[in-house]
Structures are given as structure tokens and as C-alpha cells.
DNA sequence: TCGATAAATCGAACGCTGTACAATAAATAA
DNA sequence: TTATTTATTGTACAGCGTTCGATTTATCGA
């Protein structure tokens, strides 16, 4: 067969993003499969391959999906909470959709660039943007003097919950009897923004 | 070919887990072959699948490995250390092992046990014994009475840094411009010990 | 409207993977 | 010496990502 009408350029992308997030969410990174995507929206590998020009750079596009979605998420739960509620609804959040999107989440870091490629623009713009969104609200609660380092900061918290939320999600925590992996997560983040002199509970 | 006597069961194993853990290093979990192994050695694929069961029971037997080889380099480098500066080496240690052994670090977090297998005993006896070495040099460092939950503080604190060290080498931290993220995660811990009254710089 | 060009899609081939299993050879037990 | 257990092999199978020539269709120019 040549070439078909049946969908134009975006909306082929889009169906195969589609498709391939949930073939992703379903399976997981390590059985996911770029045929199996193919096979279910009636296409042929290479018409796959030639969209996304290998399956890394769909793994990527998935991933990216998932951090616009999850960026998205996030500001939905913050809506209707004011001040000193919202950075717990930040750390809530997180572990939330890691949960709730347990195989999506966990393809973000389970997939590697392989080497001599790069990362996508689209993957790296969202992963910017989510991060933007955490930044916002820790530089609302930290004393405006401390504004400089914030962005350094707000990596730093970041890297913290998502230590926690890692350990949970791959069975660490479950391991070494901790139980309430969130509410840890929390207390760590607390901690700092106090030692800043961050604004919370007042 | 039938039985051999080149090697004794345990001699075998030991080859291939030996061999194992130089192929997991030099390409990385998403490339680590079985088949790759047995070749180096000579054995034919179904060998070392007779060995080990199948390819999730060898690689968990060389992220034991990994884990018992990580207790003792930290072990060495507590050594001529006194007081104050332990927690440091250790989160140093932390960083310094990921980045050395970077392959063999990320396979043990890119490894998912699969659904219906559970993990092996010598993995969760080395994954615990690395975190009590750890544990040890927390309760030293905290006052007398808070010992109770020390250890659901320890995991805390191991999760911090690992989030800060999983950052680093997934390159996340480089994409939001973060340059040194070992003393960033030192922060953090010393700032949770501090919070706890921590006999820190005494 | 017709022809040339460009783009899209397929399907087969290639080399790789993990797994399963029957055949075989050697070590061990009786 | 014979029978039995055990280790090892090689092959077969289904799946994977990637490559690429062939084919069909859309698009554009004249």
C-alpha cells in the first residue's frame, strides 16, 4: 500500500501518541513496543518509525505528554487552596500522580537518551515547565530577600520529593518498613522552607 | 556437548556473575545481554539461564553485588574520619560510587522485578545491609532520646540524597542549570540532622 | 488535463533479544 | 557394569527495533 488519506500528518502524530501512551501506561517502559502501537492503530512499523524516526524519540514525546499532563494536574489541585496549604498540595500532588500514573510516571525516568542523541524540545520545554510551576509557588512563600538562590532551591525540593516518591514507587521504602512515604517527603520539604524562614502557617 | 567439569557450580556462578557485572558496566541495563555473557565465557545461553533462572534473577543477582560492593567502599571511606564529618563522607561516598559506577549504579533503579517474581534474598540482605551502615552514622550523630525513629529518618535522608544523586545523572539537574548537586543534598541532610538537634560541628 | 515530482506507506529482511525444550554427554550411584 | 541423575548444548520460537526498496498516492507545474 502507498501512501493513504485516511489522517493527515498531526492528526497521525497525535494518533500514535495517543495510542502510545496507552500501550505505555498499560505495559510499562520495559514492554512497551512501537509495533505493538502500530498494530493497534491499524499502521505498519515503519510508518511509526518514519513519523518518530525511532522508538526513543516516541518514548520521549510520551514522556513529555505525561509532564504536561502532570503539570496540569498539579495546577488543577491548587486551585482553591490560598498560602501556607499550598506547597503540601505540591508534595501531595506528586506522589498522587506518580500513583495514579504509576507506568507513565515511571517511563519519565526509566528511559535513557542513548548516547549521540538528544533530548527532544518538546521533552525538555515541559520538564522546564512543570518545574516552573513548583518555583512559583516556593518563591510565594520564601522571604523576598532569599529570591536569588530560589530557582536552585526549588531544584533541590524537587529532588527531594521525587527521592521519596522513587523509593516508594520501586518498592525501597516498602522494603525498610517505612509507611507513610509522603507525609516524610513533606516534613523534609517543611524543614527546609523553615530553615529559609519561608512564610508557612503564618 | 554434555556435562563438563571446567568448572564447579559455584566457580560458574561466580564467572557469571563476574562477567555479568563487566557487561552491565560497559553497556548499561538497557543493553546488558544474557547472551552477551555466555558468550564471553564460552557457555552456551542456556547455561546461564539454568544458572540463574531466567535474566531478571541474574541481573538482581549483580545489583546485589553492586549494593554490597557500595557498603564497603563507603566503609573505606568512613575510615580516618571522626565525628562530624562522617555524614559528609557518606553523602559524598553516595555521589562519588553513582558517578564512578555509574552503569552499575542505574541498573539497580532501571530494574523492575516483574509481576509475579519476587526479589531475591541476597538483594533486599545487601539493599538492608547498605542502609544500616548508614542508620549506624545517623544515630551517632542524634541526641540519645530521639533514637526511636532514627530509622524511619535514615530512610528519609537516603531517599533525599538519592533524589539529588538521580537528578544528577539523569540529567535533570544540568537541564535546570543546577551545578553542584552533592553539596545541595548535603544541605538538605544537614539542615533535617540541625532540625533534630543533631550534635553537628560539636 | 497531463506529466513529473515528492511524500507516505508497506512489507520483508536483518540481527538482536529472552525463553523453552529435546537431545546428548558426563558424572555419580547402585 | 549398569542405571540414574545432572549439566550442557543447540535449536527453535516469538518478539523486538531498524533499514530499505517497492509501491501507491497526493501535490504541483505546465
Given at each position: ?89 505540591l508534595v501531595?500532588g506528586y506522589f498522587?500522580f506518580a ?62 520529593v521525587?527521592?521519596?516518591c ?37
Amino acid at each position: 500500500m502507498g501512501r493513504r488519506s485516511d489522517h493527515g500528518r498531526e492528526e497521525l502524530e497525535a494518533l500514535i501518541l495517543d495510542t502510545g501512551r496507552e500501550v505505555m501506561a498499560e505495559s510499562g517502559y520495559a514492554r512497551f513496543s512501537a509495533r505493538e502501537v502500530a498494530k493497534r492503530i491499524g499502521y505498519s512499523v515503519g510508518t511509526v518509525m518514519h513519523v518518530f524516526g525511532n522508538v526513543d524519540g516516541l518514548v520521549m514525546e510520551i514522556n513529555a505528554r505525561t509532564f504536561r499532563h502532570w503539570s496540569e494536574w498539579l495546577e488543577d489541585r491548587l486551585e482553591g487552596t490560598e498560602g501556607r496549604g499550598r506547597i503540601l498540595v505540591l508534595v501531595r500532588g506528586y506522589f498522587d500522580f506518580a500513583e495514579t500514573h504509576r507506568n507513565l510516571w515511571a517511563a519519565i525516568y526509566e528511559h535513557r537518551v542513548p548516547e549521540g542523541m538528544d533530548m527532544s524540545e518538546t521533552l525538555a520545554a515541559q520538564r522546564v515547565r512543570l518545574t516552573g510551576v513548583i518555583a512559583r509557588e516556593v518563591a510565594a512563600v520564601l522571604p523576598p530577600n532569599d529570591a536569588g538562590d530560589a530557582a536552585e532551591l526549588t531544584s533541590s525540593l524537587i529532588a527531594t520529593v521525587h527521592g521519596h516518591c522513587a523509593f516508594m514507587l520501586g518498592g525501597t521504602f516498602a522494603l525498610l518498613g517505612v509507611e507513610h512515604p509522603a507525609e516524610l517527603a513533606a516534613a523534609r520539604v517543611m524543614e527546609t522552607l523553615q530553615a529559609r524562614g519561608a512564610l508557612i502557617g503564618a
